[in-house]
């Protein structure tokens, strides 16, 4: 089986629902698991503790952010309003497309090579938030205004908009935690290993998602 636990491991109670899911997978005769983690976060770790120490088959697939948080997640709404402000904009992170990470867990889930195995799926490339509006703007033939801000700004903006506490919470650990980890500014080539393929970088999927619109969209103020 694989699993993947929305909106992140980090959140309060995911460890508690990883435990109850593996003991009842285990009972019912559930060989192996891959589970999707995320780079750098200790409280992701125990989750994958609790499933490598199982007893099971396991594959855990360590992700960086998604490409699609640009395209279909928190950070859609700036790109559409024109005006991005966003804390952080010189930290190097290594984006990687949810479609290979698909690939990826749908490549270790069968193939047993990988079992007891961590796999680490980032971008490509290292790349700025400034480099990622840059892109964007290009690809989709729209002007795109960035401003850096701090991450207390941000984090007011957000309560401002009456956006949800949990949610907010789990941005502002994402940022002061996770993206300041230095284990999140390293490339790894594991998707180029599992895959035999390079990794997509920023601009390919930039280049894809323009075509589809979801960028041409002005939202009216």
Known sequence: MYVTYYPDLAVSGAKEAIESLTYLAKELGVKKMVLLSGKGETEAEACEKIVMNSGMDYTIVRASWFNQNWSESFFLDPILSGEVALPMS?????????????????????????????????????????????????????????YDITLEQYIDGMKQMQIPNDVVWLIEYLFSHVLTNPKNQLVVNDIERVLGRKAKTFLEYAQETAKTGIWSQVEVQ
């Open 90 to 146: 010189d930290v190097l992170i290594p984006f990687v497309d949810a479609n290979d990470i698909a690939e990826v867990t749908a490549t270790v889930l069968l193939d047993d090579t990988y079992n007891v195995e961590i796999i680490e799926v980032t971008g490509p490339e290292l790349i700025t938030y400034k480099d990622i509006i840059n892109i964007i703007s290009k690809t989709s033939n729209r002007k795109l205004n960035f």
